[in-house]
């Protein structure tokens, strides 16, 4: 179990850390991918302590920001990393993948080539403890913690094409917990979150309207610095194509520039 009173640490230079050490991790990290779910009860791994990161908060934010990025309880609560994660503020894109469906390693095909640390990126998120916290530097605990939202990300990806995960996605967005369109004549039209690239890295999310069937940047800044490849290129589309009573009309008006009430001549 994760705990909840974790102090936070330097998410940026976490990425940082991260983004130099990506290839070299991959091929020197002690973890290797593992061949069946039924591994994962090997206790010989490691325990990342709890000094996990509480948000991507930004330098100048305060500390009442800070601690309002935090999941609602009481110090020392206990709760699943997946919950926790999931609660921070800037995360509310994303919904919880079930457990059950991480364990299964079919759905995790091709990932561990991805992800560095990822054996011990995925008991982090699976909650499984070990005994060995001590054998990984304070840079590598870092990458771990980092490699762990990496996984998760690139598994909800996944996880939210499937019947279960479109159920979750559709809750949020009947709750519009992925924002209205911007646009005047959509009229708050609830939109949906997609990439515009499903390779992790190349891109941060955007918010789709299915009326105007155009993209827009979240209007949180917290929002906007999550990868897109965490949701890909596919999820509104599919999410429409299987509750196609919520596609909506197109929009039937469009903006028309004027000056002193006559239409500008387009050449």
Known sequence: MY????????????????????DKAVAASPSTSRGSAGARGDHNRLVVPSSLPKGRCSEGES????????????????????LWYCN?????FF?????????DDFNLCGLSSQVPYYDYALDLILDIESS????????????????AEMLYGLIHARYILTSKGLAAMLEKY???DFGRCPRVYCCGQPCLPVGQSDIHRSSTVKIFCPKCEDIYYPRSKYQGNIDGAYFGTTFPHMF????????????????????FGFKLHKP
Request: glycine fraction near 6%; charge should be negative.
């Open 3 to 22: 705990k909840q009173g974790a102090a936070g640490l330097d998410r940026k230079r976490i990425s940082d850390v991260l983004d130099k050490h990506l």
């Open 63 to 82: 500390e009442s920001d800070s601690e309002a990025s935090d999941v609602s309880g009481s110090d020392g609560e206990d709760t699943s990393w997946i």
């Open 88 to 92: 921070l503020r800037g995360n509310e």
């Open 95 to 103: 919904c919880e993948v079930d457990e059950d469906y991480i364990q």
């Open 132 to 147: 060995h916290g001590d054998i990984f530097t304070e840079e590598q605990n870092e990458l771990v913690e980092s490699a």
């Open 174 to 176: 009947k709750n519009y």
């Open 240 to 259: 429409l194509m299987t509750y196609d009573h919520l596609k909506p009309q197109k929009p039937s008006q469009r903006y028309i520039p004027r000056v």
